[in-house]
């Protein structure tokens, strides 16, 4: 079985701009978590997506938002990139939302420069 | 209130020595317990979890973990450590609390391991 998948792995954005990562969960799984990882605040939950429906969010600002398709996949989005977000930025996919086992993605790292 | 605090920052051993990373935690309710490893520039992987079954945890590649729950801790053990074990570790508590389901990951512990 395929794992989760991300793309692009590597984005390199100027100040300003926005930005769109994508994740395809492992086949059979309908939950979708994203999380940021920075050197300085370690590994932050972004928000959580179930059966295309967002469950649970972090502390991010509106910047950040996202959405599931009803094929699962999920996609994030980042609006009016700043400096700070920066970051490897992980999808997680699980079997449901009360499925605690999460499966990682290999990360998308997006440099703002 | 969930809280997940990974004792060592950084903790360094010799090939072949026992591994002991050291995790507490705090929980309102009754939690699951993850360990994840994660090597340079990849995403996490599953080492083992706990969900309110045995409290010995075996995981892959020879880790296994303990649930005492008298001491809120959760420790990483592996009998032998390899090279290839070389990585950073986050242990990470989840719960289904009234807020709804929360994942809180520990600031991680980065072993080394020396020849």
């Known amino acids: 079985k395929a794992g989760v998948t991300q793309t692009p792995r590597y984005l390199i954005k100027t100040r300003g701009q926005q930005v769109t990562l994508s994740c395809s969960p492992i086949s059979g799984h309908r939950s979708v978590s994203w999380y940021q990882q920075t050197p300085g605040q370690g590994l932050q939950f972004l928000f959580e997506?179930?059966?295309?429906?967002?469950?649970n969010k972090g502390n991010f600002p509106g910047r950040f938002s996202g959405r599931q398709f009803s094929n699962s996949r999920s996609e994030m989005n980042v609006s009016t990139l700043e400096l700070g977000d920066s970051a490897l930025y992980l999808c997680?996919?699980?079997?449901?939302?009360?499925?605690?086992?999460?499966?990682f993605g290999p990360g998308t790292r997006l440099t703002v420069t | 209130a969930q809280s997940v605090t990974q004792l060592d920052s950084h903790v360094s051993v010799s090939e072949g020595t026992p591994v002991l990373l050291r995790c507490n935690y705090s929980s309102s309710y009754s939690p699951s317990l993850f360990w994840y490893v994660q090597h340079p520039n990849k995403g996490l992987q599953l080492l083992l979890k706990?969900?309110?079954?045995?409290?010995l945890v075996k995981g892959i590649n020879g880790f296994e973990a303990e649930f005492k729950k008298s001491e809120t801790s959760f420790h990483l053990t592996k009998p032998s450590a390899h090279m290839s074990d070389a990585a950073e570790y986050f242990c990470v508590v989840s719960d289904q609390g009234t807020g709804g389901f929360k994942t809180i990951f520990g600031a991680g512990t980065r072993l080394f391991v020396k020849a």
């Open positions: 997506y179930f059966s295309e429906t967002q469950r």
């Open positions: 706990y969900t309110s079954a045995a409290t």
């Open positions: 997680a996919s699980s079997l449901t939302v009360s499925s605690y086992e999460q499966y």
